[in-house]
């Protein structure tokens, strides 16, 4: 039954945020929408912070239990614009909010996510270890994570129009061998290839 309640305020948190900026929905207005009393929704959750962050933590290890690996520098973007439309409507209200910060760091580790799995891949195929490809690896990851994190915080700031989405990732289609590449010169560097 516990669980059943817990997602029944989740949904309707959800029901709301979709139609409501999240400074306009109250606890109130959660316990209206889903027939609970306010005990119910402080025996759950804290807060609608603790709310909101539950939601989008769950959406974001959705997308990463989904896309459980990646072959490209494209499907990274994919994964990751997933993330930030899937609920577009209340993805806006959240990113236009105070709280807009939780949904920033889970974006960000998202980001970090996939472009390191995408990259270790690359990586590994070659059999390099060691300190200083790992340092290098670090440098190539933390490059890619902010690239996928400012395009899709330009998408955000732009309204999440379906073009500019597209632009981006003809644009990852056409770079897709970048992040081939700077694996391939880093192993022969290494002395590798």
Same mark, same amino acid.
């Given at each position: 039954?516990?669980? &059943? ?5 989740? %949904?309707?948190?959800?029901? $709301?945020?979709?139609? /409501?900026? &999240? ?11 889903? *027939?609970?009393?306010?005990? +119910?929704? @402080? @025996? /759950?959750? /804290?807060? $609608? ?27 990274? @973007?994919? %994964? ?9 409507? %209340?993805?806006? /209200? ?23 799995? @995408? ?6 195929? *070659?059999?390099?270890? *060691? ?17 996928? &994190? ?8 732009? *309204? ?7 632009? &981006? ?8 061998? +970048?992040?081939?590449?700077?694996? %391939?010169? $880093?192993? +022969? ?5």
């Amino acid at each position: 039954m516990a669980n &059943f309640t817990r997602d029944a305020i989740k %949904a309707a948190f959800l029901k $709301l945020l979709e139609e /409501h900026p &999240f400074s306009e929905i109250t606890v109130k207005n959660v316990v209206e929408e889903c *027939g609970i009393n306010r005990n +119910s929704f @402080y @025996y /759950h959750f /804290h807060d $609608l912070p603790a709310l909101l962050e539950e939601i989008v933590k769950e959406e974001a290890d959705a997308v990463i239990e989904k896309y459980s690996s990646v072959h490209s520098v494209v499907e990274c @973007y994919d %994964a990751i614009e997933e993330f930030a439309s899937h609920r577009r409507r %209340a993805i806006m /209200h959240i990113y236009r909010s105070v709280s807009r910060d939780v949904f920033e760091r889970y974006l960000m580790q998202i980001c970090e996510y996939f472009i390191t799995q @995408y990259i270790d891949a690359l990586l590994s195929e *070659g059999g390099i270890d *060691g300190e200083m490809i790992e340092r290098n690896r670090k440098i190539i990851v933390n490059y890619y994570k902010c690239l996928f &994190f400012g395009v899709t915080i330009d998408w955000l700031n732009d *309204g999440m129009q379906e073009e500019k989405a597209q632009e &981006f990732r003809r644009i990852f289609k056409i770079k897709a061998d +970048s992040a081939d590449d700077i694996a %391939a010169i $880093l192993k +022969s560097q290494m002395g590798c290839a």
